[in-house]
RNA sequence: CGGAGAGUGGUGUAGUGGCAGCACGAGUGCUUUGGGAGCAUUUAGUCCGGGUUCGAUUCCCGGCUCUCCGACCA
């Protein structure tokens, strides 16, 4: 490709408004362009990049026995109704109607379309199994995009869909497709995390994230030192060390108490350590229902346990009226002689306290001495805590906080989809219809596009790792008044393109070396070569490495040999 | 959705209640080629709507858009 012919350019200047290091270099190396926020156009550079990572993916998937098919983008709302997934996905579902009303939604994820594709064929268990998977553009209501690729609402993903008899024979696929991604991952220079996970909407019973480490990632997780467990901070369970369990129970008691409303207020009035305090969250959910969430005094709710528990689908703190109208009082909230109406979950952290304090449901009241089982039940009773840095895993071992960027996931999903779609079954070997044991396996493109460029780049740009990079060799001239430096760069170019050498010429003659260097650097192929009058006296190109300083004198031949595929 | 900030040529920015300036880019000509060259010349801009005002790019109100933090989402 002669660079004067790229559609596309680099820019020396870059907004201050953009922040993250994946979507400054994009943007200033001509890769991408923003249409708005979270919607991008990929340019000709961008394009050659994200063309190689679906190549790759696409190499280890058909490797693995999965088949490449397509669905349409536009899925029958009707079947987003069978799955009840148009009230319990999280993100506002994109909906559109055509002119004859019918409406369609705006494919986030496949799983229903893949079934209903799978269920025309009279499946049998001799067909079993099969992975099916598809590259599409995706479209997600995010409230809020960010960093550039890193949250967009709308993306190419690579959406896998495993149909098995029994859940032994998913689980080899679920090993298979975790293989393929350490390998898919590896391929692109980029190291992961598996990250056991909560399975959100796309519904199932586990799953696992794969997760780039870095700071600038949104995923939060937790890694024990004994290198046996990385989790993701919904769902990390930690071991809940014994307080004052061994006490006896005092007399439960009510005392007058001029306090604030926070914890830390509770704790000064009553000079006792916050863990002894218990702490009362209210919640509503999409039902309508409210919730009290309670749990020992130093832990916090986690609001995806919390919803996991009670099985709600959305949770928001009730405000303050809402508080006063189930018969309590923010600040002073107790599950003493609360409201039948409100459901009590309880975290299994209050039975490691005896004779705990707390509010009274009542404004300036406080009660003391307050025990499970004896002055409260709850209605549910199970792990809500957060896990946080430091806690101690269950073979209590440091828990160590981490963020990431999720590049993909592997979910099992189950049962969760055959038994809510119809005729989403197999005849097994006694002509019975069974329901298909399924997974779902994902890799979002755009994302895993910056988690490269934020984990490979120097001060000058991106440094892209070989299997990936727009382009295998940049190929520069400085050319001057010697007609015979510029005979020779295309000679070089001529030869390369023969070879089918993946190289970007820079024949730009009306711009200074300094900037196809700066170019060069921004746009980060692995190998600079340069032909200049001071290689051509020793018949040599010069060739430099992207990730490297030195630059070397090479022959032609070695070079036309490096590139040889 | 809550909070904060910002919208000025293609890009990055300055400034002002009264002529909108700079740099980069782009075009032309000459010159130039080992780290974003030089001279000359051309090109192009105040997000939208309303208000205040003799006059608004500037002040006020509303909208839209973008960025960041949070919430949400995975």
Known sequence: MRQSKLFGKTSKTVSENLKAVSHKYLHQGGFIRESVAGRYYFLPLGMRVRDKVIRIIEEEMNKRGAQKIITPILHPKELWKETNRTESVGFELMIVKDRRGSEFVL????????IDLVRKFNISYKDLPFNIYQ????????????????????????DAYSFHADEKDFKKEYQNMWKAYEAIFAKMGLETV?????NGY???EYCHEFVVENTEGESRFLVSDDGQCAVHEDIAVFKKEEKNADEKEKELQEIKALRGKTMEDGVKFHQLPIWQQIKDVMFVDNKDRMILAIIRGDLDVNEVKLMNLIGAGELRHATDEEIRKAGSEPGFISPVGISKNVLVAADDSLRTIKNAYGGANKKNADLLNVNIDRDYKPNREGDIAMAHEGYLSPAESVLTGKNGIEVGNIFQL????????????????NSEKKPFYMGCYGIGIDRTI????????????????????PFQVHLIGIIGKDKKIKKEVEMIYGQLQKQKADVLYDDREDIGVGAKFAD??????????????????????ELKKRNEKEVFLVSKEELFDLVKK
Do not use: N
């Open 450 to 469: 910056a988690a490269v460029a934020e984990m490979h780049h120097d001060e000058k740009g991106i440094v892209w790792p070989e299997q990936i990079a």
């Open 520 to 541: 060069a650097d921004l746009i980060g192929c692995p190998y600079r070569v340069v032909i200049s009058s001071k290689t051509l006296e020793q018949k040599k190109v």
């Open 135 to 158: 590259f599409s553009q995706k479209f997600r209501d995010e409230l809020r995009a960010r960093g550039g690729l890193l949250r967009v609402r709308e993306f190419l993903m690579k």
């Open 414 to 429: 189950g049962y969760y989809y055959s038994e809510k779609m119809k005729d989403a079954v197999f005849t097994d070997k």
């Open 194 to 198: 598996a990250v056991e996970s909560d």
């Open 202 to 204: 796309i519904g199932g």
């Open 107 to 114: 494919g986030g994820t496949a799983e229903e379309m893949i």
